[in-house]
Each structure stands twice: as C-alpha cells, then as structure tokens.
C-alpha cells in the first residue's frame, strides 16, 4: 500500500507529464473524430430519423445509413486501423520517459523537504527515445507469450469441448466455455502485468535483453504474487469501475440536445484523463515496489538511466 500511496504522490507531481499524454492522445483522437463528423454531417442529407439516436440505439436507422453511406465510411474505418497502431505505438514510446520521470522523482527522497523537481518535457523526450528501441522489443516478447497461452487454451478449450458436447447441454457448455475464457483472461493479465515489470527491469539494469528481462520479471510476479499481481488486478478494476460508472451516468442522462452532447463529451474526456493518470500511477507503483525488491548485481557501468537522473537532480539543485 505505501508503494501505490508514494506512486500517487508522484503522480500528482507529475501532472503536467499527464497532461501532456492526455494532449497527445486527445490529438490522435480527433484526427478520426473530425473526418466522422465531416462524413456523417455531408451524408446525413438533414435527414430527421438521426434525431431517434439521442433517445437510444436504433438499429432501423443505423442499418438504413450503413446501407446507404458505407462506402464514404470505408476512409474513416480505414483511418481507425492507423490510428490504433499509433496509438499503440505512442504508448510503447510514452514508456520511457514516465519511468525517467519516477526515477527522477525517487532520487529527491533523499533530498531536504521542500526541494522539488519541475518536469521537464526535453528530459522527458530524452527518456522516450533512448528506450522506445528495447521496450518494442520486450512488448513483441509479450505478445508472442500471450499468443502461445491463447493458442493452447483454445486447443485445450476445443478438446474439452468436443469431449463434453455429447453429453452436456447447451448451458453447461457455455459454462465451460466461460471457465475457459476466464483462465484465458487470466493467464494474459498476467503476462501483461510481468511484462510491465519487465519495462522497469529494463530501466533500472539499463539493459537490452527482452527475453531475459521478462524471465526476471516473472519470477519477480510469481514469488510476490499479491504485491504484484494483485495490485495489477485492483488497477485493472479502478479502470473498470470508471467505465462502469460512465455508463451509469450515460443511463441516468437525458441527451436531448447539445448541451448534454457537451456534458457527456466533458466526462468522456475527464474518463480518459483519469485513465492515462491510472497508467502512470500504476508505473510508478510498480516502479517503486520493484525498486523495494532484492536487486542482483550490477555490472560497474554508469547506467544511461543514472547519467539522465543525475543531470535532472542536479538542475533542480
């Protein structure tokens, strides 16, 4: 708990570095969301049955539209698969300057009250690029384990299924299938929260090696389980209650105009500010408990992580 506690702390000192991954990905989102608007008002042809979409879904006229229009949405869809990428892309690249920044951070505790650090976007900037190489490198070594698991839970899960279907009905096959999706879900949260610890592995050692780093990592998670994992899953649900608590207020709102189309695009916003700032407290979470941990033995080699920490306490100074 002190760990998430020292990361929140940081986290809020760290508000402008939010901000600015809250501008980046704000950015992303309206180059796709400005061309949608442009598509749907030019084809829409002031047609009033889009009016019956503020009441709820209507699938009538949801249908009729794609029928019509699909072809002018063909660029728009199109330009969603880039921008998933990029995004993909921005989040592994974002990796190394929020770890730049904790480590700046953590070095100030052993410095007088009242000092501060001012973050800085060129160090942060600096951070990102120096490890965007190894962290691609270490998220295609994640990947690759999480498409293995899923491969062989859907053999085992088809095995088992066939084995099953002549003698089960219908609702305990899908509960079996549901047991099997759970473990699934599971097994790659997981891997996803060792690969996270992987990221600050490779931070702290200043290392290249992926694989080996994820081999440190997992056995970092698995004798640690409830301070590792577990924590990833409490993360996992505070996220999860966000959006749960969005579509409750989407449920209770009355959208009949654009004053409501405004207020629900003001908690859209504060739902996405709130989950980049959940990303980086859980980093920094991880970061310091990862920090509390035995580390091996270091080779005598200053670290490119030290040199960039040392040069941003001793401007602060």
């Given at each position: 708990?002190?760990?998430?506690?020292?990361?929140?702390?940081?986290?809020?000192?760290?508000?402008?570095?939010?901000?600015?991954?809250?501008?980046?990905?704000?950015?992303?989102?309206?180059?796709?969301?400005?061309?949608?608007?442009?598509?749907?008002?030019?084809?829409?042809?002031?047609?009033?049955?889009?009016?019956?979409?503020?009441?709820?879904?209507?699938?009538?006229?949801?249908?009729?539209?794609?029928?019509?229009?699909?072809?002018?949405?063909?660029?728009?869809?199109?330009?969603?698969?880039?921008?998933?990428?990029?995004?993909?892309?921005?989040?592994?690249?974002?990796?190394?300057?929020?770890?730049?920044?904790?480590?700046?951070?953590?070095?100030?505790?052993?410095?007088?009250?009242?000092?501060?650090?001012?973050?800085?976007?060129?160090?942060?900037?600096?951070?990102?690029?120096?490890?965007?190489?190894?962290?691609?490198?270490?998220f295609g070594v994640t990947l690759l384990f999480v498409l293995v698991t899923a491969v062989i839970w859907?053999?085992?899960?088809?095995l088992v299924g066939s084995a099953v279907s002549s003698s089960e009905t219908e609702r305990e096959t899908?509960?079996?299938?549901?047991?099997?999706?759970?473990?699934?879900?599971?097994?790659?949260?997981?891997?996803?929260?060792?690969?996270?610890?992987?990221?600050?592995?490779?931070?702290?050692?200043?290392?290249?090696?992926?694989?080996?780093?994820?081999?440190?990592?997992?056995?970092?998670?698995?004798?640690?389980?409830?301070?590792?994992?577990?924590?990833?899953?409490?993360?996992?649900?505070?996220?999860?209650?966000?959006?749960?608590?969005?579509?409750?207020?989407?449920?209770?709102?009355?959208?009949?105009?654009?004053?409501?189309?405004?207020?629900?695009?003001?908690?859209?916003?504060?739902?996405?500010?709130?989950?980049?700032?959940?990303?980086?407290?859980?980093?920094?979470?991880?970061?310091?408990?990862?920090?509390?941990?035995?580390?091996?033995?270091?080779?005598?080699?200053?670290?490119?992580?030290?040199?960039?920490?040392?040069?941003?306490?001793?401007?602060?100074?």
């Amino acid at each position: 708990m002190k760990h998430s506690t020292l990361a929140w702390r940081q986290t809020l000192a760290s508000l402008p570095m939010v901000g600015l991954i809250y501008g980046l990905t704000l950015v992303l989102g309206l180059l796709v969301a400005l061309p949608m608007y442009s598509t749907l008002t030019t084809e829409d042809q002031r047609s009033l049955a889009f009016l019956n979409l503020l009441h709820g879904f209507d699938y009538t006229v949801v249908s009729d539209f794609m029928n019509r229009s699909g072809a002018a949405l063909k660029a728009v869809f199109g330009m969603v698969r880039w921008l998933n990428l990029t995004y993909l892309f921005l989040t592994v690249f974002l990796t190394g300057g929020i770890l730049l920044r904790f480590a700046q951070l953590s070095n100030l505790r052993a410095r007088p009250a009242g000092m501060v650090s001012q973050f800085r976007a060129g160090l942060f900037w600096d951070g990102c690029s120096q490890y965007v190489g190894r962290l691609f490198r270490l998220f295609g070594v994640t990947l690759l384990f999480v498409l293995v698991t899923a491969v062989i839970w859907l053999i085992i899960g088809i095995l088992v299924g066939s084995a099953v279907s002549s003698s089960e009905t219908e609702r305990e096959t899908i509960g079996v299938s549901l047991v099997f999706f759970a473990l699934f879900a599971l097994t790659t949260t997981l891997l996803l929260c060792i690969g996270d610890f992987a990221k600050i592995i490779l931070f702290r050692d200043d290392a290249h090696g992926a694989f080996r780093a994820f081999g440190q990592a997992g056995r970092l998670v698995l004798r640690n389980l409830p301070r590792t994992y577990g924590l990833y899953l409490v993360f996992i649900l505070i996220g999860t209650g966000c959006f749960v608590l969005y579509f409750v207020l989407e449920s209770l709102l009355t959208v009949d105009g654009w004053l409501m189309i405004a207020v629900l695009f003001v908690v859209q916003q504060v739902l996405i500010a709130s989950r980049v700032a959940l990303k980086v407290w859980w980093l920094g979470t991880a970061y310091s408990l990862v920090q509390s941990l035995p580390q091996p033995v270091r080779p005598l080699l200053e670290s490119a992580t030290s040199t960039l920490s040392a040069e941003s306490a001793k401007e602060d100074c």
